[in-house]
């Protein structure tokens, strides 16, 4: 099966930045779209962004202008770059990937995924 590690998480103060990254591992597959998702405490998870087959990119109205997806198909990574963060970024964050696997496709099931604190 496909396994997902999300990294790069911390505690910083409002209006710094972290770097997330997604590692994918297991059997050779064709990633379509890679998103990430985040949860707070007491609220449902959502997703923050993905990026798509050909590189097509989606924000939440939330994060837009500050956050920024990227895909390293060479390694099998993921990344989020969060630039002037605010205290309601504060989440766990998590990715998923939808691949292709002999011919249909198939998304990952949630990881640990990585703790962002943005606080004072």
């Known amino acids: 099966q496909v396994q997902l590690a999300e990294s790069g998480g911390g505690w910083v103060q409002p209006g710094g930045s972290l770097r997330l990254s997604c590692a994918a591992s297991?059997?050779?597959?064709?990633?379509?779209?890679v998103a990430w998702y985040r949860q707070a405490p007491g609220q449902q998870r959502e997703m923050v962004a993905d990026?798509?087959?050909?590189?097509?990119?989606n924000y939440a109205d939330s994060v837009k202008g500050r956050f920024t997806i990227s895909r390293d198909s060479g390694t099998n990574t993921a990344a989020l770059q969060m630039n002037s963060l605010k205290p309601e970024d504060t989440a766990v964050y998590y990715c998923n990937v939808r691949y292709y696997k002999r011919g249909r496709l198939f998304s990952t099931d949630w990881g640990q995924g990585t703790q962002v604190t943005v606080s004072s």
């Open positions: 990026i798509t087959r050909g590189g097509i990119k």
């Open positions: 297991g059997s050779i597959f064709i990633i379509d779209a």
